[in-house]
Structures are given as structure tokens and as C-alpha cells.
């Protein structure tokens, strides 16, 4: 190599070296500021949930949807919602499962088949309680939709205490009385999480 060009190599490598200098810093920087800014949103999560009956089951919920909801209370809401329903139909699916056992007693199939009504009649509160907090942005009747969103899941909240109510004092096995009661109490928990963020709402 010539002496001619070893200052213009040199500038070169010595350009490509900040340049990578400059890009690993950027990169520093945005990830410095992503977590700050995770942190923010589960801070406004975790004071959301606070106002709930249910603060752990609310947060647990809610917190991997953080760079989804930000500081937002409608998607706050609506993710809480959507969850909601998503474990109604989970609910739904092993209490199917359980009319499926054999040797289930006449009063265990009657207990199973009034819960699987019950929670398919959740299933379609929370889906419409869904369409009500959509229909809230840009509503001109936002007092109508907010009480249409809170009367849907007030009654899928009914039909989970209903499903739950007819184990008390029945002869039920272990497994059916265990499967019931933590899907369907853990669902309660969440529903009832739902009405309280709702009072969150800027409506």
C-alpha cells in the first residue's frame, strides 16, 4: 500500500467506526427509553387496578399488554374485556369437558349442563358488553352506552355467581366441584375487575 492511500484507509475505517458507534448508541438509547416507557405503562396499570376488588388477578391480567394499552383507559378496558371473554370461553370448554366423564351422578349432570348455560349466557353478555364500549367513542349518547356496557357484564357477572351457587349443598365429586369452581370463580374475579375500571372511564 502505497503512503498516499493509508490516510484515506484510515479515514475510512476511522468513518465506518463511528458510524457503528453512532448506531450502537441509538440502539442504547431507544431500548433505555422502551424500558422506561414499559415502566411507565405498568405503573398505570398497576394504580388502575388498585381500584379494583381484585388487584393481583388485575394486574396478572393486564400487565403483559403493557406497550398495548400505554396510559390508554378505553384500551385498558377493552383488553380487560377481551381477556374476560377469552376465559369465558376457556371456562366454557372444561365445563364441556366435564359432561363428557363417566359414572356422573343425575345431579352432577344437571349441575354441569345449567353451568355450561349459564356461561354460554356470559359468553354473550361480555361479547355485546364488547360492542357497547366500542360504540362509546363517538357516541352521542355516551350515558346510554355506558350503562348498556355495565348492565351486560353486571349480568354475566349474575350468571357466574349462579353457575357457582348451585354447588353449595349438592353432592358433587371432587372433580367436578374443583374444575367448576376455579374456572368459573376466577372468571368472576375478572368480570368484576371489568365494572370497576369502567368507572375509569372519561365518559
Same mark, same amino acid.
Given at each position: 500500500m502505497s503512503s498516499s492511500s493509508f490516510p484515506l484507509v484510515f479515514i475510512f475505517c476511522f468513518s465506518i467506526l463511528l458510524l457503528l458507534m453512532s448506531t450502537s448508541m441509538q440502539t442504547v438509547s431507544?431500548?433505555?427509553?422502551?424500558?422506561? &416507557?414499559?415502566?411507565?405503562?405498568?405503573?398505570? $396499570?398497576?394504580?388502575?387496578? #388498585? @381500584?379494583?376488588t381484585y388487584p393481583k388477578v388485575c394486574?396478572?391480567?393486564?400487565?403483559?399488554n403493557a406497550s398495548a394499552i400505554k396510559t390508554d383507559t378505553n384500551k385498558l378496558c377493552s383488553i380487560a374485556l377481551s381477556f374476560t371473554l377469552n376465559a369465558t370461553y376457556n371456562a366454557s370448554s372444561s365445563i364441556d369437558s366435564l359432561s363428557k366423564m363417566k359414572g356422573l351422578?343425575?345431579?352432577?349432570?344437571?349441575?354441569?349442563?345449567? &353451568?355450561?348455560e349459564t356461561t354460554g349466557e356470559a $359468553?354473550?353478555?361480555?361479547? #355485546? @358488553?364488547?360492542?357497547?364500549?366500542?360504540?362509546?367513542q363517538g357516541s352521542d349518547h355516551k350515558a346510554d352506552e355506558m350503562s348498556d356496557l355495565k348492565t351486560w357484564v353486571s349480568a354475566a357477572l349474575t350468571d357466574e355467581y349462579t353457575c357457582t351457587d348451585e354447588l353449595d349443598g349438592q353432592k358433587v365429586s371432587k372433580a367436578v366441584k374443583n374444575t367448576i369452581k376455579k374456572k368459573v370463580l376466577n372468571l368472576a374475579k375478572l368480570t368484576s375487575n371489568c365494572l370497576a375500571l369502567f368507572n375509569l372511564l372519561d365518559y
Open positions: 431507544a431500548a433505555t427509553t422502551n424500558k422506561a &416507557c414499559l415502566k411507565t405503562y405498568k405503573k398505570f $396499570i398497576k394504580s388502575a387496578c #388498585n @381500584s379494583t394486574y396478572k391480567a393486564l400487565s403483559p351422578s343425575p345431579s352432577e349432570k344437571q349441575i354441569i349442563n345449567d &353451568c355450561a $359468553i354473550y353478555e361480555l361479547e #355485546n @358488553s364488547l360492542k357497547a364500549l366500542a360504540n362509546l
